[in-house]
């Protein structure tokens, strides 16, 4: 990859003597253009002192040490009258940091140990450079003195979580690391089969350092309120220091569970003044009656889905308990968050012949610009078999699938069909 920084020297030959080691007076030394970062962090980050003596050659050394953290596109250095002056012009692009299966805690004392060793990190990266390459390295330094030798690497990667953010993303690629014993406290003797099937089911898992913790709690709350245990209350910690074995690195976890009593469910509240009405709710809860699944949780996902038929891709649905302890009934009120409309963007049918694309985009109504409606989009192969005979026998003949891709910063949704050719079965 090409140096994104550009380091220019500003300063001319006559301003400094012509022995290229020879130190000039102390001077005040300056940094503008990046107002975000303190004097003092510049100067920590550059190797230098405030008034120091230095040579031509060391100032070109400071700014080198500033350009190759790839946090600038731009250094610039000169003499006035005021002294030295760095000026600087940020890089276009950074990116948050994102920890894959590193057995470390994610926070405010990881980010204070970072800015430590690289006074200019303040939680964002560049996609390269010396900065990336040091934290990456520091996490195995940190692991090291865990006892753990392990290789990171980083990589800017896309798609991280349900927003589909990139992010410079820090992956131990050697040893395996998985999720390790689980320790288990204020289990009941009814219960005890239960956790123990669970804990079987998530121990030896691949280690994800964010979502391994909150995983489990929402493993452990599923498995305890398919029993009625409706107030359960689940808390998990990561016990430090990982394990190591011939097999990789294990990472342990603590699992306290308050278990509540069994309550049935009584009524779920839909608020009065939704976007969304509860009869659209109730259609597509319908599809769901022969399936499995606890009638809360099928209640929360119809209402999702609803609300993503309007466009509201973002929406988020969480039911709020109250607990009748006379008569042990649950009922639930809905807090919808719905978030902003998304609209339709462009749509493109891959590995379609000519003739079947012209016929896929003349059946295709979603125009550009209208509310976005995700129920269109998944039933309209099958509305377009029925429509047309010649792309029903073509379409017979290959697999179907789909991507919806929304972006954020527009809340414009683009639409892929992908078409390939269906594997024919051997006579």
Known sequence: MTKQATLIAALL???????????????????QGAPQYTQQE??????????????PNQVKASAKLLSDTGLFAVVKFAND????????????????????????KPGKELDDQLHQRF????????????????????????????GIKATVKAALTSGLGTQKITAVDFTVTEPSVRIGA?????????????????????????????????????????AYQDQGYAAVHVEVAQIDPPKVDNQGLEVPFSVTIREGDIYKLGAINYPADALVPRAEVARILSKFQNGSGRP????????????????????????????????????????ITPGPIYKMGAVQFDGAPD????KLTHLWTMAHGQDFNEGYVSSFAALAEKKDKALSKWMQTVVTTYDVKPDPATHQVNCVFHFAKAAQSAH
């Not at 400094?16 to 940094?31: D, E, G, M, V």
């Not at 510049?42 to 040579?55: E, I, N």
């Open 296 to 335: 809360l949780d099928l209640f929360a996902l119809a209402t999702r889905d609803a609300y993503h038929s309007r466009g509201y891709l973002d929406c988020s649905v969480a039911p709020h308990p109250s607990f009748n302890e006379a008569t042990h009934i649950a009922n639930y009120s809905l807090e």
């Open 81 to 104: 009258s005021k002294g030295l002056l760095f000026s600087l012009t940020p890089s276009s692009q950074f990116f948050p940091m994102h920890l894959d299966n590193l057995p470390l």
């Open 119 to 146: 006074p200019l990190y303040h939680g964002q990266l560049p996609a390269t450079g010396s900065m990336v390459e040091g934290i990456r390295k520091s996490f195995e330094d940190m692991l090291t003195v865990q």
């Open 13 to 31: 030959l006559c301003s400094f003597p012509s022995l290229a080691q020879k130190k000039l007076p102390p001077r005040s030394i300056r940094f």
């Open 182 to 222: 689980i320790q288990l406290s204020g289990v009941s003797p009814a219960m005890q089969a239960k956790a123990g099937s669970v804990v079987s089911s998530q121990s030896g898992n691949a280690y994800d350092t964010e979502n391994s913790g909150p995983g489990l709690q929402r493993t452990f709350e599923d």
């Open 42 to 55: 510049f100067l920590a980050a550059a190797g230098l002192k405030p008034d120091s003596r230095l040579s």
């Open 355 to 358: 003739a079947m694309n012209a």
